[in-house]
């Protein structure tokens, strides 16, 4: 890995505006090993930041908050413009690091670091933006308003999938409304969140405004974010399992919470649709980032008109796609994030197939001769796979995949494509492919879930709400919606005489 800003690569907690190792003398291990998924390389020795530290950053966030929230609008936009293009200047050495940490091809990482940076610009032109309401009165000698005021310290886990859009996408909106914070970033991907904060540091943003632990006690620093009593509110990118534990947690101290969780995304692909169209965007959404994005396909479900044309052009166009190491321009897949992700969806396959599924595509170990690049571990990588005739009660359809396995189901009336879509405890994202308004309309409004793409898979961007029903979680993030997560009304009472 080499950066034109070697500055860049951190391995220190950030808190209060300096970089330190864990404070907590105890700790064991002192650091520990951020690898390269796809060739096992030791990236860096992270300083093993835990519970002690997270306590040290809630209260630095705490003694920031006065001051922070004090600012104009306008002042702290200064700082978030600063830093947004800070962040647009170094994205290729901020790709870099995320392929080199997470996997992904680098395109993609590219494409990530803009979206990630568009969260910080967005929410700059928001924090001027935040109004309150005159009502008017219900008796003479009253005037009633709100104004809108920073929830307080906040709190952010994130996850590796998207180390640093999942990371912008909470900072900015609550640096915006005048909120501080501490990031607690995951500990397969913690080089792109510290990167990030440098060029915080870089940006100007003042001490204690934004602090950073790193650590792979988990639990032990998700508890001290979700309940130090300092602490507002709390804001999680993960898995509905962990999600659930932090809602328990903050519900002790009846903390704001925002939760992204996971999905069970369904493709409904009708008897009219424009197949080719079909095909391109089922691909683009389900083999992104290898299969390990919330809202990527988990299921197709397709009309069986056209089952055997739609087959035959999905199965055409997946075979040409090139899996390997991220930095070959040409690759398209690159590795899981840990071997035990690749055991997890291989498991899910083998019980697919012994359950009446037939794989199209791969569904076997991956080989070395059809991985691209030079020193892979073969066992983070799983083969592009299709299978066929998957039945709805197995784990495969029921479960989040997370890896590039593409499960094809059938259906024969609207009513049913529906009832199967709902058929989950999860509510993020749905898509649907068909011809036809009317259609698409009152199956968009039939679906249980927080986001609907019709005819299209590319739905996110900073300037939309993104969140889900259901199991995937509470709250919105992005657009002219996701400031007021960060936001408490307050309603004030004039009497007057
Ligand atoms: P994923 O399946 O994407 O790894 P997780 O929910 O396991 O999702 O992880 C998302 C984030 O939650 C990561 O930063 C991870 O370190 C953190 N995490 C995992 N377990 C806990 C826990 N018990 N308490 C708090 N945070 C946790």
Redesign the pocket.
């Known amino acids: 890995m080499k950066l034109q800003d070697p500055s860049l690569l951190k391995t220190q907690c950030y808190i209060a505006g300096q970089w330190q190792d864990t404070q907590n003398h105890t700790a064991t291990p002192k650091v520990f090993a951020v690898t390269n998924p796809a060739t096992g390389e030791v990236l860096a020795q992270v300083t093993n930041g835990t519970h002690c530290d997270a306590e040290q950053a809630v209260l630095a966030a705490d003694a920031a908050l006065r001051d922070w929230r004090g600012l104009t609008a306008k002042e702290r936009a200064g700082y978030l413009q600063k830093w947004f293009a800070l962040i647009m200047e170094n994205q290729t050495d901020l790709a870099l690091l995320m392929t080199s940490e997470q996997g992904k091809p680098i395109a993609e990482a590219e494409a990530e670091i803009a979206y990630a940076a568009s969260f910080i610009e967005w929410f700059a032109e928001e924090a001027k933006r935040i109004y309150g309401d005159i009502i008017p009165t219900n008796h003479d000698n009253k005037r009633l308003l709100t104004i809108k005021q920073p929830v307080g310290v906040v709190t952010a886990?994130?996850?590796?999938?998207f180390p640093s859009a999942m990371l912008t996408r909470k900072v900015g909106p609550a640096l915006a409304a005048g909120c501080t914070i501490v990031i607690?970033?995951?500990?397969?991907t913690p080089l792109s969140a510290l990167a990030l904060v440098a060029l915080a540091q870089r940006a100007g943003i003042p001490a204690g405004v934004i602090n950073v632990i790193v650590g792979?006690d988990?639990?032990?620093?998700?508890?001290v974010?979700?309940t130090h009593p300092k602490v507002r509110k709390i804001t999680?990118?993960?898995?509905?399992?962990?999600?659930k534990?932090?809602l328990g947690?903050a519900a002790q101290s009846v903390k704001r919470v925002s939760m992204e969780?996971?999905g069970n995304a369904p493709v409904l692909v009708f008897a009219d649709a424009d197949i080719e169209q079909a095909v391109t965007g089922v691909i683009a959404s389900k083999y992104r980032n290898a299969g390990?994005t919330?809202i990527c396909i988990n299921r197709v479900l397709v009309h069986e008109d056209i089952k055997e044309q739609f087959t035959q052009c999905l199965l055409e166009r997946v075979k040409s796609l090139l899996v390997g190491l991220g930095t070959e321009v040409s690759v398209t897949i690159g590795p899981l994030?840990t071997q035990q992700a690749v055991t997890r969806v291989h498991a899910l396959v083998t019980d697919a197939l012994a359950n009446g599924a037939v794989a199209l595509l791969g569904g076997q170990a991956m080989t070395a001769d059809k991985l691209i690049g030079q020193g892979l571990k073969q066992q983070q990588f799983y083969p592009p796979t299709i299978l066929d005739n998957v039945q709805p009660d197995t784990a495969l359809v029921n479960e989040?995949i997370?890896g590039p396995v593409l499960p094809l189901m059938t259906f024969a009336t609207n009513q049913e494509a529906i009832s199967i879509a709902n058929a989950t405890e999860y509510g993020l994202a749905a898509y649907i492919y068909t011809s036809d308004n009317s259609n698409a309309w009152r199956v968009s409004e039939a679906l249980e879930y927080g986001m609907v793409g019709v005819n299209e898979v590319g739905i996110t961007s900073e300037v939309i709400p993104f969140g889900g029903i259901k199991e995937s979680g509470l709250g919105r993030e992005g657009s002219k919606y996701g400031i007021d997560e960060y936001l408490e009304t307050k309603y004030i009472c004039m009497g007057l005489d």
């Open positions: 886990i994130t996850p590796w999938n607690k970033p995951a500990a397969e792979e988990s639990a032990g620093i998700g508890e974010l979700a999680f990118t993960g898995s509905t399992r962990v999600g534990i932090l947690l969780l996971g390990q919330c994030i989040e997370f």
